[in-house]
């Protein structure tokens, strides 16, 4: 009993210095903000109300708390602990050897319920699952993608962020197609970030064969967001062979 409470010391330590940094006002914007009433995409998640900075400046300090302390933290349903174990993991992934990337990687999968809003997927999927994936076989994206969970198809579609920065598209095409009928609001804007990324990155041409096959059979939100930056004349193009 001694050994496992002290295995739990560093976490409850990060846990009593967010909860100083918190405020009941500021959770119960947040609270609004990612949807976490009734019926809503975040139904029950909870937040005390740490501003991003705060809880990066945490991060920063506890940036060599060990695996089991970071996974007590990544699984709690605090989502301010949840974000700042998400960025000890890819501080400890970016100065890793490929073993402990690859550990990582692995903990992130076994723990990937637990990134379960928007913000947490945005932060770590490209940081971890696409840079780690980027030089081997995609098939996990691609079963990701098939999930029934809206946040493992986001991971699918934002971990692809990774591959454009590289100037390969071709994933990001894919399981845009795959997630094309995919009823989520939050899945229509991942996938048209994702693709606009596609054409402001050297990818032009590659997103307009793509948009002149599919513009049809694609969600009105995700085609804005792809054609953002768009001339004009060629978005009216577009916008008029859209379903609305």
Not at 197 to 215: A, D, M, P, S
Request: with cysteine; charged share 30%; aromatic share 10%.
């Amino acid at each position: 009993m001694t050994g496992r409470k002290k295995d739990q010391e560093p976490a409850q330590a990060i846990r009593k210095e967010l909860v100083s940094c918190s405020s009941k006002a500021k959770a119960k914007i947040l609270q609004r903000f990612f949807k976490t009433g009734p019926g809503e995409y975040a139904e029950g998640d909870k937040f005390i109300g740490v501003k991003v900075p705060d809880i990066r400046s945490l991060a920063s300090k506890y940036v060599d708390l060990r695996e089991n302390d970071v996974l007590d933290l990544l699984r709690s349903p605090i989502h301010e602990e949840r974000f700042l174990a998400l960025l000890v993991l890819i501080a400890k992934f970016e100065k890793s050897g490929n073993k402990e990337k690859k550990q990582i990687y692995r903990a992130y999968l076994k723990n990937i319920r637990y990134i379960n809003n928007w913000d947490l997927v945005d932060l770590s999927a490209p940081q971890i699952v696409g840079t780690y994936l980027a030089d081997k076989n995609k098939k996990p994206l691609y079963r990701l993608a098939r999930s029934r969970s809206l946040w493992l198809r986001r991971i699918a579609i934002i971990s692809t962020f990774s591959f454009i920065k590289r100037r390969e598209f071709s994933d990001t095409v894919n399981i845009a197609r795959v997630l094309l009928k995919d009823k989520e609001d939050l899945i229509h804007k991942a996938v048209g970030w994702m693709l606009r990324e596609v054409g402001k990155r050297g990818g032009q041409e590659k997103l307009e064969q793509f948009l002149n096959y599919y513009t049809p059979q694609m969600a009105r939100t995700t085609l804005r967001y792809a054609i953002e930056r768009f001339p004009e004349k060629l978005r009216q193009k577009y916008l008029s062979f859209s379903r609305s």
